[in-house]
């Protein structure tokens, strides 16, 4: 299966700041995508990471809040912008290669858990 | 909104015995999957099932797949504390492409 690393694994913030978040698979992938998964909750997809164009967001997520880049095939970053509490929360990228041997089987990275004071 | 509902929500098992976790979704999907999460890390991603398979085997996880009654199982024979975690279902997206709809999840509790 594929490697997906994110840094920062973990990281605690200050209400007001933000957070840049690393996703960096280990090949080139067809697509990429940005998830949170609040405290006990299951995963929601925050966005469509589009390689050289703007993301595609999901209802009830924006650009200005989690603006999200994906320069090349095997790199995404998701921002979180003037964080607040109710931002706490674990996010994962996601890769899936539509082309290979795992086509359609959508691999994650290990997430990384944000806390905001 | 979420498509996946898994059921039961919580499970308790002894060790050498069998889970069963069950997800039943809305709509037509091409294929669905099941993942495993341990204590809030990542995603393992265990099996994918399409639209044409009925069951499918990996190890000691069986996976069955009834579209008519849009419905999922996942048996986990002889389970281990290992096997102790959070399972999730995931169908695609309709309108996002390949991105996946999750569903509440059923946490698995194996004691020795």
């Known amino acids: 299966s594929a490697v997906i690393s994110q840094k920062p694994s973990r990281d605690i913030c200050q209400r007001g700041t933000s957070l840049t978040i690393q996703c960096q698979v280990d090949?080139?992938?067809?697509?990429m995508f940005w998830y949170r998964q609040q405290p006990g909750q299951s995963l929601t997809l925050i966005a469509t990471?589009?390689?050289?164009?703007?993301?595609?967001?999901e209802s009830g997520f924006v650009i200005d809040k989690f603006p999200i880049s994906r320069p090349n095939l095997t790199f995404s970053t998701l921002t979180v912008s003037n964080m607040s509490p109710e931002d706490s929360s674990i996010y994962l990228c996601?890769?899936?290669?539509?082309?290979?041997?795992?086509?359609?089987?959508?691999?994650f990275g290990p997430g990384t858990r944000l806390t905001v004071l | 909104s979420q498509q996946g509902e898994e059921d039961p929500q919580a499970l308790s098992i002894q060790e050498g015995e069998n889970a069963t976790m069950n997800c039943s979704y809305k709509?037509?999907?091409?294929?669905l999957q099941w993942y495993r999460q341990n204590s809030g890390r990542g995603l393992v991603h265990l099996i994918l099932?399409?639209?044409?398979?009925r069951e499918k085997h990996s190890g000691r996880l069986r996976v069955t797949l009834d579209t008519s009654k849009k419905s999922s199982s996942l048996l986990i024979t002889a389970s281990r504390a290992a096997d102790t975690a959070s399972y999730f279902c995931?169908?695609?997206?309709?309108?996002?492409?390949?991105?996946?709809?999750f569903g509440k999840g059923t946490s698995l509790l194996v004691t020795p």
């Open positions: 709509t037509s999907i091409n294929n």
């Open positions: 995931a169908t695609e997206y309709s309108n996002s492409g390949y991105a996946l709809n």
């Open positions: 996601s890769a899936e290669w539509v082309q290979r041997e795992y086509r359609n089987e959508q691999f």
């Open positions: 090949s080139q992938v067809t697509m």
């Open positions: 990471a589009n390689q050289g164009s703007e993301a595609t967001y």
């Open positions: 099932i399409r639209s044409n398979e």
